[in-house]
């Protein structure tokens, strides 16, 4: 499908639900393998947050494929208490051999750092991949869980066709959950990659030497089609609501009379992230039951 000014639109519901058919059937698998299907636990400080809206579409998600899904509300009145109540949580799940994945609700409640979740998750169940040893493993070029809004903005880039070695990439961002692990991704498939962020001087100077573009800011609009080389790859994975609409952070109109294909937003990235998030836990599920029956198999990717 292309874009009434001629780019190619690289639509996310189809690929997802390419994806969570190969989840289902590996879902199915493992039940028959192991008398039971692979669980996720989201665990949530408060349910008050914006983000039980995503969490519950992941818990409905699992429901949809057979992954058994639950919440785990994390009790306390206090950041300590809750913080410590965090931490037993997290040490109880990672025991738990029907919990083959964990993702903890982002933000943190004020006074609960990062830190507490890095320190207590196993990272073998660690599926969004936050956890410092994942990290690092994907900053080396091995195998572990990336964050899947990472991954599906790779993903996407993949199914665009776009010929990443060799190729000048420019990203906008540099978070640990989209930005550096997008930038590690693009730098171990060949391209040439420039990290824009905030400090960033001249940022239309960047992204007109770029053949893809992977934009993930937060900034509805910051980037336009005056902005772009002619015939880039754009990724948009941007969410930003703009008068009760979503957005992304490029400007889809006039980035799409440039560029040679383009992701929309809502429609693009999204949909891929929660499809990629399943898998993970599949995968995660996968290698547990393998080192359970076969000790000696640990740490094999
Ligand atoms: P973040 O706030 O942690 O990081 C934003 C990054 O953008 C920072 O590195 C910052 O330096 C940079 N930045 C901000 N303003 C800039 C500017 N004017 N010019 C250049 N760089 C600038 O955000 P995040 O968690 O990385 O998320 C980025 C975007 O992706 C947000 O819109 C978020 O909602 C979206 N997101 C989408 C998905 C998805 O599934 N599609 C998932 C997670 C996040």
Same mark, same amino acid.
């Given at each position: 499908?292309?874009?009434q000014?001629?780019?190619?639109?690289?639509e996310g519901?189809?690929?997802?639900? *390419?994806?969570?058919?190969?989840?289902?059937?590996?879902?199915?698998?493992? *039940?028959?393998?192991?008398g039971?299907?692979?669980?996720?636990?989201?665990?949530?400080?408060?349910?008050?947050?914006p983000?039980?809206v995503?969490?519950?579409?992941?818990?409905?998600?699992?429901a949809?494929?057979?992954?058994?899904?639950?919440?785990?509300?994390?009790?306390?009145?206090?950041?300590a208490?809750?913080?410590a109540?965090?931490?037993?949580?997290? /040490?109880?799940?990672?025991?738990?051999?029907?919990?083959?994945?964990?993702i903890?609700?982002?933000?943190?409640?004020?006074?609960? !750092?990062l830190?507490?979740?890095?320190?207590?998750?196993?990272?073998?169940?660690?599926i969004? !991949?936050?956890?410092?040893?994942?990290?690092g493993?994907l900053?080396?070029?091995?195998?572990?869980?990336?964050?899947?809004?990472? /991954?599906?903005?790779?993903?996407?880039?993949?199914?665009?066709?776009?010929?990443v070695?060799?190729?000048?990439?420019v990203?906008?961002?540099?978070?640990?959950?989209?930005?550096?692990?997008?930038?590690?991704?693009?730098?171990?498939?060949?391209?040439?990659?420039?990290?824009?962020?905030?400090?960033?001087?001249?940022l239309?100077?960047?992204?007109?030497?770029?053949?893809?573009?992977?934009?993930?800011?937060?900034?509805?609009?910051l980037?336009t089609?005056?902005?772009?080389?002619?015939?880039?790859?754009?990724?948009?994975?941007?969410?930003?609501?703009?008068?009760?609409?979503?957005?992304?952070?490029?400007d889809?109109?006039?980035?799409? *009379?440039?560029?040679?294909?383009?992701?929309?937003?809502?429609?693009?990235?999204g949909?891929?992230t929660?499809?990629?998030?399943?898998?993970?836990?599949?995968r995660?599920?996968?290698?547990?039951?393998t080192?359970r029956?076969?000790?000696?198999?640990?740490?094999?990717?």
């Open positions: 499908m292309t874009t000014a001629g780019a190619r639109l690289l519901a189809p690929i997802a639900d *390419e994806i969570r058919t190969g989840v289902a059937a590996g879902v199915a698998a493992f *039940e028959a393998a192991n039971r299907p692979p669980g996720l636990a989201v665990v949530v400080c408060g349910r008050s947050a983000s039980m995503y969490l519950e579409r992941i818990l409905k998600a699992c949809q494929v057979g992954i058994a899904g639950r919440l785990v509300d994390v009790p306390g009145d206090d950041p208490t809750q913080a109540a965090l931490t037993a949580a997290l /040490h109880e799940l990672n025991a738990d051999d029907t919990v083959s994945g964990i903890v609700q982002m933000p943190l409640p004020a006074g609960i !750092g830190k507490v979740v890095v320190d207590a998750i196993d990272p073998a169940k660690d969004d !991949g936050i956890h410092p040893l994942n990290a493993l900053r080396l070029g091995f195998e572990g869980f990336v964050p899947a809004t990472a /991954h599906a903005a790779l993903e996407m880039l993949a199914r665009s066709g776009a010929t070695a060799g190729a000048e990439a990203v906008i961002g540099r978070s640990p959950v989209v930005g550096m692990p997008v930038a590690s991704m693009l730098v171990k498939g060949g391209a040439t990659v420039t990290v824009c962020h905030s400090r960033t001087r001249d239309a100077a960047h992204t007109r030497t770029a053949d893809i573009l992977i934009v993930a800011a937060g900034v509805p609009g980037v089609g005056a902005m772009l080389k002619p015939g880039a790859v754009v990724i948009d994975v941007g969410i930003n609501v703009v008068d009760g609409h979503l957005v992304g952070d490029v889809f109109a006039s980035a799409s *009379e440039v560029a040679a294909a383009i992701t929309p937003v809502p429609g693009g990235v949909p891929l929660n499809a990629l998030l399943l898998a993970h836990l599949v995660a599920a996968q290698r547990q039951a080192e029956s076969d000790p000696a198999a640990q740490g094999d990717a």
